[in-house]
């Protein structure tokens, strides 16, 4: 059985993937931020990926001067946040980087540019944020879908959700994930929405439909967190206590949960974007450079190829 402990392990998997080959690129859509340049140094310190910025040209190498970044990368000279934006995703689709990452753009005119039909990253997938916590109390990485793209999914979208996780999951190395498509208890009741489509989600994996992991549902957390809670309400889980993914039933209980883990569990988290002909990093302008560091290194790792 394959997991993940921590995040310095999917560092060390983001570093494998830039072995043996040509350099992993990160594209960045407006670098002229300390915490952007940062992140790009630290990066090229842990011979993780190399970087190519889109910006104001004079800015971004008045700032990787002043904090040392030496070689400065290439940078894609831009006016403005939508025209950094752009080129930062025209970078991708040329082939010329592998991972894009928001720097100092509106997250608004950033997914503009992503979605733009004649020239941007659009893939046939369906867009949504998939969470990683390195939580200290917890053995293992805990994946979370979805908490930053999509308000209230369908079950379909779920399903695709389950689908998009479960190739990247794959590719780090987990052959089996353990899914809980979570919901307040595990009894089906039509008057609540998320047990119903839990169940639904169960009967697709077993119909074989939704392949490649073992999903249970409708579970509430408390099972999918621990097999004594399982034994104690006598349900035969296969998967309580093991959880690698656990499904939201929607962007509420994932917002809740995950903030509720990183400010009372001390977890650190790290977030990509699925569905797109890329991974894409979209962080928070106030996220420091650790959390960038450790969302670019799971963008990374989660990259087909040794």
Request: proline share 5%.
């Amino acid at each position: 059985m394959c997991l993940i402990r921590n995040f310095e392990e999917l560092r060390q998997k983001a570093l494998n993937r830039n072995n043996g080959g040509a350099a992993r690129v990160v594209s960045v859509a407006n670098a002229a931020d300390r915490e952007v340049i940062e992140t790009v140094k630290e990066l090229r310190r842990l011979g993780i990926a190399e970087a190519i910025l889109t910006g104001e040209r004079a800015v971004i190498e008045g700032m990787c001067e002043e904090l040392g970044l030496d070689p400065i990368p290439e940078i894609v000279d831009a006016e403005g946040e939508a025209d950094s934006a752009e080129k930062a995703v025209r970078l991708v689709r040329e082939g010329r980087a592998h991972v894009l990452m928001k720097g100092l753009v509106n997250t608004s005119t950033f997914l503009r540019a992503v979605l733009n039909p004649d020239w941007g990253v659009r893939g046939e997938g369906l867009l949504c944020h998939l969470g990683a916590f390195d939580i200290p109390s917890w053995p293992k990485i805990q994946f979370h879908t979805d908490a930053g793209m999509i308000p209230a999914p369908t079950v379909d979208q779920k399903k695709q959700m389950i689908k998009q996780a479960v190739e990247i999951l794959n590719r780090l190395g987990i052959e089996e994930p353990k899914v809980a498509a979570l919901a307040a208890n595990e009894v089906v009741n039509p008057k609540m929405p998320a047990t119903v489509e839990a169940a639904q989600l169960q009967k697709w994996n077993e119909e074989g439909e939704i392949t490649g992991c073992i999903v249970e549902g409708p579970i509430a957390l408390d099972v999918a967190l621990s097999r004594q809670a399982a034994e104690h309400k006598k349900l035969p889980s296969k998967i309580a206590g093991e959880t690698d993914l656990f499904v939201m039933p929607d962007i509420e209980a994932g917002n809740l949960v995950g903030k509720t883990l990183m400010f009372l569990a001390g977890a650190k988290m790290a977030g990509i974007i699925l569905g797109a002909k890329c991974p894409i990093v979209l962080v928070s302008r106030s996220d420091n450079a650790e959390a960038k560091i450790n969302s670019l290194a799971f963008a990374l790792a989660s990259l087909e190829g040794e």
